[in-house]
């Protein structure tokens, strides 16, 4: 009954693959994110989806497409994949009726490697 | 341009005293704080916040403390138990939107037994 769920959580491949991570949230929140931990272990927001409604899509290539299908899924899609891709990515969601203070709650992570 | 800064990549502090991680912001526009605490191989998960317009909240040994002139809040906990070896990770957002959590870098607590 893990509340954020991320998979794979390793993914080994090789530069110009196309490869997928999904995230599935259980909690009924309405919005989800995906963060980026990358070898200066900062945690950056890639994307965040309301309702299934892209709200936030911060400088990310085009390589990388969220998809939900509904709000208790954000998948990640990442085409063409370069050496920089390696990191950790983290899916996580919350609820926005208390906007500034509704923590997120994040999956373990799926950590890419592109060799 | 870090938004939100932790300085102290690591501390190390004995069980049974006090440990103090401190974090400094840039954006008066953020209105909520946050810390994280983070295993190896797991998520970050959510320890305790505060609002702009406190500058305490408690919860059992965790107290984080924000001095908003300074742009700075720090998170105490006392007692350290070994328990609490793990990242800790400073973020803060606005109250406008969908504004994202901005993340420090962490800092590395180590308690010592």
């Known amino acids: 009954d893990t509340a954020v769920s991320q998979t794979p959580k390793y993914l080994v491949t090789q530069m110009g693959n196309d490869k997928s991570i999904k995230c599935e949230q259980n909690?009924?929140?309405?919005?989800m994110y995906w963060y980026k931990q990358d070898s200066k272990k900062f945690l950056k927001i890639m994307f965040s989806?309301?309702?299934?409604?892209?709200?936030i899509n911060e400088t990310v290539p085009n390589r990388f497409s969220p998809k939900s299908p509904d709000k208790a899924h954000l998948n990640l899609h990442i085409n063409s994949l370069e050496l920089g891709d390696s990191a950790v990515y983290f899916c996580?969601?919350?609820?926005?009726?208390?906007?500034?203070?509704?923590?997120?709650?994040f999956g373990n992570g799926t950590r890419l490697t592109v060799t | 341009d870090q938004q939100v800064k932790q300085n102290s990549p690591s501390l190390s502090v004995q069980e049974g005293r006090i440990s103090i991680l401190n974090c400094d912001y840039t954006?008066?526009?953020?209105?909520?704080f946050l810390w994280y605490k983070k295993y190896p191989a797991e998520g970050p998960t959510f320890l305790i916040s505060?609002?702009?317009?406190?500058d305490k909240n408690e919860d059992g040994r965790f107290t984080v403390f924000l001095n908003k002139s300074a742009k700075h809040l720090s998170l105490h906990i006392v007692p350290s138990q070994p328990g609490d070896s793990a990242v800790y990770f400073c973020?803060?957002?606005?109250?406008?939107?969908?504004?994202?959590?901005?993340f420090g870098k962490g800092t590395r607590l180590s308690v010592i037994a």
């Open positions: 996580a969601s919350s609820w926005t009726g208390n906007i500034g203070n509704s923590p997120l709650h």
């Open positions: 909690l009924g929140h309405d919005t």
């Open positions: 989806y309301n309702n299934k409604e892209l709200i």
């Open positions: 954006n008066s526009m953020f209105d909520y």
């Open positions: 505060i609002s702009s317009i406190k």
């Open positions: 973020a803060a957002r606005g109250n406008s939107g969908n504004t994202p959590l901005v």
